[in-house]
C-alpha cells in the first residue's frame, strides 16, 4: 500500500519541488530552480531522492544548442494506482486511475432501471465485492486510496452520503468509513458534479482557469461544481451546487425535493425522453420517431440513439423536447452567471454526451438573458471528458491530498 501522507511530513521545501513538478507536464531542474528560488544543489538534491523513490522520473531532455541536454522531469504516472467510483442512476462506474489521471483499466454496471424511483443501484456490499475483485486483479500494494463519487447530496468532510433521492439505498451511510475498515486504504467522497469538475480542472479543458462553473446534465439529476479562484466552493455545511433544484415557479410539479418546477423536472434525460413520449402521444402528424419505433407503449421504448435517429429525420417533437431543456438550463445558469461572474463554464453528464446539439440552445439563451458585461472573455463548452470524468475526478481528490 502507497502511503497518500508520505511527503505531507516532508521538508516544506522538497514538497514544493514535488508540487512544481506535479503542474508541469515536463519541467528541468534549472526551470525548477527559477519557480522554487532555491539553489542547484538543493534542487539536485530534493529531485534525487524523488527519483529514488519512484515518484519523479527523467522524461528525456530538450534540444542543446551548445553543452550539456537538460534533461526533464516529471511524475511517474506508475508509481501508485487509485480506484474510482461513480455512483450514478444510469449506472455504476469504475475505473483504476493513474497519478497523471490516465485509466488502466474501466469498468460499468448498469443500474437496474423499472422507471420506478430511486432507481436500484449496486448495494455497499456488493460495491466492496467489486472493489476486492480489483485489488486481486492489479494488487492492493499499488493502491493509494478509493475514491467515490455520487449524484447525491454529501458530508465531503465526514465522507457520508446523506441523499441520493434517485438511487436507492444509500441514504445516510458513512461511506468512507466503510472502505477504510474494509480495505484499510485512505477513501475519499464528494458528489459527481465535483468529481467531474475536479478531473476537467486539473486534466481537461478546464485547466489553469481560476473561476469556473461545471454544470452536469445527468440520466436522473441535474448539479453544478463551483470553483473560485482554483478551489473548490463547497459551501458552508458542503452543500453548494444543487442546480437542479432552482425553481422557475412556485407551482405545477412537485420535485423529490418537494419544492415545484425544478430545473430537474424538465431537463434530465429521463425527463426529456418522458417529455418526447408525451408529446408522441398527442401528436397525430408526420413523425420519424412512429416510423422508427410503430409501437411505444411506455417512455423506456424510447433510448437516447433512438431519439437522435429521429432528429436527424427532422423530429420536431425530439428536437422541441430538448430544445426547451436547453431554454431552461440556460435561463437558470444566465442567472448563476450574473451572480458569480466565471471564466468558463463547461458542460457534461449524459444529456449532453448524447445530444451535444443542445450546446447551442444553452449558449443562446445564455446570450439572450444574462448581462453582456458578465458575458466578456466567458467561454461556455462541452466538457472534454465525457463518460470518463466523474471517475476520473473522484481519483482526483486522493490525487490532491497526495500532492498538496
Known amino acids: 500500500m502507497i502511503d497518500i501522507n508520505r511527503y505531507n511530513q516532508d521538508t516544506t521545501k522538497k514538497k514544493l519541488v514535488l508540487q512544481i513538478i506535479n503542474k508541469r507536464a515536463a519541467i528541468t531542474r534549472s526551470e525548477l530552480c527559477a519557480e522554487t528560488g532555491l539553489s542547484m544543489t538543493s534542487v539536485t538534491k530534493f529531485t534525487s531522492s524523488l527519483i529514488d523513490d519512484g515518484i519523479v522520473q527523467e522524461k528525456g531532455s530538450l534540444e542543446s544548442t551548445g553543452g550539456r541536454k537538460s534533461v526533464l522531469l516529471g511524475i511517474n504516472p506508475e508509481y501508485g494506482y487509485i480506484i474510482g467510483i461513480d455512483l450514478g442512476g444510469y449506472a455504476v462506474k469504475c475505473g483504476v486511475i493513474r497519478m497523471d489521471g490516465s485509466l488502466v483499466a474501466e469498468w460499468l454496471i448498469p443500474n437496474v432501471d423499472d422507471n420506478i424511483m430511486p432507481i436500484k443501484c449496486l448495494d455497499p456490499d456488493s460495491l466492496c465485492d467489486k472493489i476486492s475483485d480489483i485489488l486481486e486483479q492489479f494488487g492492493k500494494d499499488r493502491f493509494m486510496a478509493i475514491c467515490v463519487g455520487v449524484s447525491g447530496m454529501v458530508d465531503h468532510a465526514k465522507g457520508k452520503i446523506i441523499f441520493c433521492p434517485n ?115 398527442q401528436y397525430n402528424g408526420f413523425s420519424p420517431l412512429r416510423q422508427l419505433l410503430p409501437i411505444i407503449t411506455r417512455s423506456l421504448d424510447i433510448t437516447p440513439a433512438i431519439v437522435r435517429k429521429a432528429m436527424e429525420s427532422g423530429d420536431k417533437q425530439c428536437y422541441d423536447a430538448i430544445n426547451i431543456a436547453g431554454v431552461r438550463v440556460g435561463t437558470a445558469l444566465a442567472n448563476m452567471l450574473n451572480i458569480l461572474n466565471p471564466e468558463l463554464v463547461l458542460i457534461g453528464g449524459g444529456v449532453v454526451e448524447n445530444f451535444p446539439s443542445i450546446m447551442n440552445t444553452i449558449q443562446e439563451t445564455v446570450r439572450k438573458r444574462a448581462l453582456v458585461t458578465i458575458q466578456q472573455n466567458l467561454d461556455i463548452r462541452k466538457a472534454s471528458l465525457g463518460w470518463q470524468g466523474a471517475v476520473i475526478g473522484s481519483a482526483t481528490l486522493a490525487l490532491l491530498t497526495f500532492f498538496e
Request: glycine share 12%; with cysteine.
Open 167 to 281: 438511487i436507492g439505498g444509500w441514504d445516510n451511510i458513512l461511506l468512507t468509513d466503510i472502505l477504510r475498515e474494509r480495505f484499510g486504504l485512505p477513501a475519499f467522497l464528494d458528489t459527481s458534479a465535483r468529481c467531474m469538475a475536479l478531473a476537467e480542472q486539473h486534466f481537461g479543458a478546464g485547466k489553469n482557469v481560476p473561476n469556473q462553473i461545471f454544470i452536469s446534465l445527468g440520466s436522473y439529476d441535474i448539479a453544478a461544481a463551483i470553483i473560485i479562484e482554483s478551489q473548490m466552493f463547497r459551501g458552508s455545511h458542503g452543500f453548494s451546487g444543487e442546480f437542479g433544484h432552482v425553481m422557475s415557479s412556485d407551482q405545477g410539479v412537485v420535485c423529490t425535493c418537494g419544492n415545484f418546477d425544478c430545473l430537474e423536472l424538465s431537463a434530465t434525460m429521463k425527463m426529456i425522453l418522458g417529455k418526447i413520449y408525451q408529446d408522441y402521444n
